[in-house]
């Protein structure tokens, strides 16, 4: 009995999981009531640029996932909020910025630098949900910009979860391991002291770029 339900779990699994299906994504943290530091510095955070190309970022068993550009929009709002409230910084939104933009965003926000990012991959795996968990990556570039637009730290992340979700809706259950592979990728950039260093001082700040 127990091998007829076990192999009835797995065709329902390939029925249920077969086609396409795009993450549900959530807005991510609530960055309308930022924390005020007296004292601390400035620091604008441009738009989370997406450098994937494509939103496909692969299968779960037969199942084509795609996450959409609005993963932008959460990590966005992930990464105002961990600098806010772990590096301690005061956070100015600067919208979509490029390199010349910089100078006149960083003179218009009174902003002591700016961090600008862009995803460069979002990776989803298993062959199928059952018997093997879903493997999610993302991968992120970071970069602290002076006054001037000039990069004084670089570095690239990388946020890994994964979890097994049995029969769940994959639409909805991916959007949440993306979610958990972000709140991953967060970690390792607040981990990062050198990266604290660049935010947090205003001169004399050894980057990262000093070593290469």
């Known amino acids: 009995m127990k091998k007829i339900n076990f192999i009835g779990a797995i065709l329902a699994s390939s029925l249920i999981l077969s086609g396409c299906a795009t993450a549900r994504l959530s807005q991510g943290p609530d960055i309308q009531s930022l924390k005020s530091h007296a004292g601390a510095a400035q620091v604008a955070v441009a738009?989370?640029?997406?450098?994937?190309?494509?939103?496909?970022?692969?299968?779960?068993?037969?199942?084509?996932?795609?996450?959409?550009?609005?993963?932008?929009?959460m990590v966005?709002?992930?990464?105002?909020?961990?600098?806010?409230?772990?590096?301690?910084?005061?956070?100015?939104?600067?919208?979509?910025?490029?390199?010349?933009?910089?100078?006149?965003?960083?003179?218009?926000?009174?902003?002591?630098?700016?961090?600008?990012?862009?995803?460069?991959?979002?990776?989803?795996?298993?062959?199928?949900?059952?018997?093997?968990?879903?493997?999610?990556?993302?991968q992120l570039d970071l970069s602290v910009l002076d006054r001037r637009g000039q990069a004084i730290y670089k570095h690239s992340y990388l946020g890994e979860y994964e979890e097994r979700i049995g029969l769940s809706m994959v639409d909805s259950k991916t959007g949440q391991?993306?979610?958990?592979?972000?709140?991953?990728?967060?970690?390792?950039?607040?981990?990062?002291?050198?990266?604290?260093?660049?935010?947090?001082?205003?001169?004399?700040v050894k980057s990262f770029l000093d070593c290469m």
Not at 53 to 59: R, V
């Open 177 to 204: 391991l993306v979610e958990s592979s972000v709140q991953q990728l967060m970690k390792e950039i607040t981990n990062d002291a050198d990266l604290k260093q660049a935010l947090v001082q205003s001169k004399g």
């Open 76 to 138: 966005y709002h992930y990464l105002i909020a961990e600098l806010n409230s772990n590096f301690g910084l005061n956070i100015k939104e600067a919208g979509k910025l490029s390199q010349e933009d910089v100078a006149q965003a960083v003179s218009s926000s009174g902003a002591d630098k700016v961090v600008v990012s862009k995803i460069n991959s979002i990776k989803i795996s298993s062959f199928d949900a059952i018997m093997q968990p879903v493997q999610t990556q993302i």
């Open 47 to 73: 738009m989370v640029e997406d450098g994937r190309g494509a939103t496909h970022a692969g299968s779960i068993g037969a199942t084509s996932i795609d996450v959409p550009t609005s993963v932008t929009d």
